[in-house]
């Protein structure tokens, strides 16, 4: 793989000149991109190298008393993730659509394990961690998931992790489109599919200023 592999990424993803004056994508463009995709390109394979730069964000981003509690496993061999994929569920909220789709199952992942007991200050970490490490995916072309429904034991022994997981991030080529529905406060925040679209809810500016 070329030294320059991730930079290419840059402008086959967002074009030339992609989003800003930089030539690099905006904030805003990545958060846009940042969704939580349950479908993935089976042909695409995820490579070690990309996993590295996604987890590199933990090395620079805020922690709770800088005490820097949460530990990764980068899994991408097939037999590690098929591990990993027999102990998650994806779309908690409707278990009917039984995600993911045979032939769009993620193939890499990240696993994110506490030095610590969870509380609170882990809590924010973990939470600045996953989507520090989905902006990052987004940037370099790819796409995740943050899964929180999935068996902690069944993980921790079929990888055999040294400490308790907390999260999965599960990342790859994304194979579906996501688009975001403008809401008011008192209309539905559940997620819903229509022709083929995944829409997400999301509040409007002036219905979550106080």
């Not at 990545?30 to 730069?53: E, I, M, T, W």
């Not at 530990?71 to 409707?94: D, M, N, T, Y």
Request: hydrophobic content about 40%; proline content about 6%.
């Amino acid at each position: 793989m070329a030294d320059n592999y991730l930079e290419k990424r840059y402008e086959e993803v967002f074009g030339k000149g992609g989003g800003n004056h930089s030539g690099r994508p905006s904030l805003d463009t990545l958060l846009l991109k940042n969704r939580s995709y349950r479908g993935f390109d089976a042909s695409y394979s995820v490579h070690p190298r990309q996993l590295d730069s996604i987890l590199a964000v933990n090395t620079r981003i805020g922690s709770g008393m800088n005490a820097q509690r949460l530990r990764f496993r980068a899994v991408c061999e097939p037999q590690e993730a098929a591990v990993v994929l027999s102990c998650i569920k994806l779309a908690g909220a409707h278990p009917e659509w039984g995600l993911p789709l045979p032939g769009t199952e993620p193939g890499a992942f990240i696993v994110v394990c506490g030095t610590t007991a969870e509380n609170p200050v882990l809590d924010i970490d973990l939470g600045m961690s996953l989507q520090s490490m989905g902006l990052k995916a987004v940037e370099i072309g790819l796409g995740g998931v943050i899964v929180r429904n999935f068996d902690k034991a069944a993980l921790r022994d079929g990888l055999a992790l040294p400490l308790e997981p907390l999260a999965v991030f599960a990342v790859g080529r994304p194979a579906e489109k996501i688009k975001l529905v403008t809401i008011h406060e008192g209309e539905s925040h559940e997620y819903y599919r229509r022709d083929g679209i995944h829409y997400v809810p999301k509040l409007a500016l002036e219905d979550i200023k106080l």
